[in-house]
């Protein structure tokens, strides 16, 4: 007959390799995750490139291609953003296109979501942006006399030349960007996911 000591330890030990077996692979998980630099998952949902952590537009005021102050332009909405020369060549033209496209396929949700053309130097071909691009917000690069706003932008190469398209949560955080070959159905449903997860802007 075994001592009832000996019973309550062989339980102990059972319920000690119960729990473990259930919180050894969380434990590992957290590690690997959070505490060891070496190692994160690689598979993603998203399509643009993320920017981590991401970055504050300061909140300034630009000047509009009317000459008009706009306080604060990235707060209250998502904005996408294209950053070029004023004469807006071949590429800016065509990442104005695909943002205004990403924009209207958003349908009930469009509302939700501005587009800003940030350009340096001379502006613009009145005739394209009335007839191709109603509804953009043109914002003038050089009324940002301490240079603030390109500093905020994590860009390898000149901003203006960068060609890429800038993701800004409703609260001015720079959160993503999609290169020049970039797809614009990723960018699409980045943005649906986005919208149906936040409760802002």
């Known amino acids: 007959m075994s001592a009832p000591g000996g019973e309550k330890s062989r339980q102990r030990r059972t319920l000690l390799l119960i729990a473990l077996l259930f919180l050894l692979p969380v434990a590992l998980s957290f590690y690997l995750y959070y505490g060891h630099s070496g190692w994160l998952p690689t598979g993603t949902a ?41 004469s807006c060549d071949a590429r800016c033209r065509e990442a104005l296109y695909e ?10 949700d469009s509302d939700r979501v501005r587009r800003v ?26 009324s940002d006399a301490d240079g603030k706003l390109v500093r905020a932008f994590p860009s390898a190469v000149p901003l203006v030349e960068s060609g890429r398209i800038w993701l800004a949560d409703p609260h001015g955080n720079l959160m993503m960007s999609y290169a020049p070959a970039a797809d614009a ?15 802002i802007g």
């Open 46 to 86: 998203n399509h643009g490139d993320l920017i981590i952590p991401p970055r504050t537009l300061p909140a300034i005021a630009l000047r509009d291609s009317n000459g008009a102050t706009v306080d604060r332009p990235f707060d209250g909405a998502w904005s996408l953003i294209y950053v070029g020369p004023g």
């Open 99 to 108: 943002m205004r496209q990403v924009r209207l396929a958003l349908n009930r």
């Open 117 to 142: 053309f940030l350009y340096e130097g001379d502006c613009c071909d009145e005739s394209y942006f009335t007839e191709q691009q109603q509804g953009l917000l043109r914002l003038d690069l050089d």
């Open 185 to 199: 159905k990723g960018m699409l449903t980045d943005l649906k996911r986005l919208l149906k997860l936040s409760h």
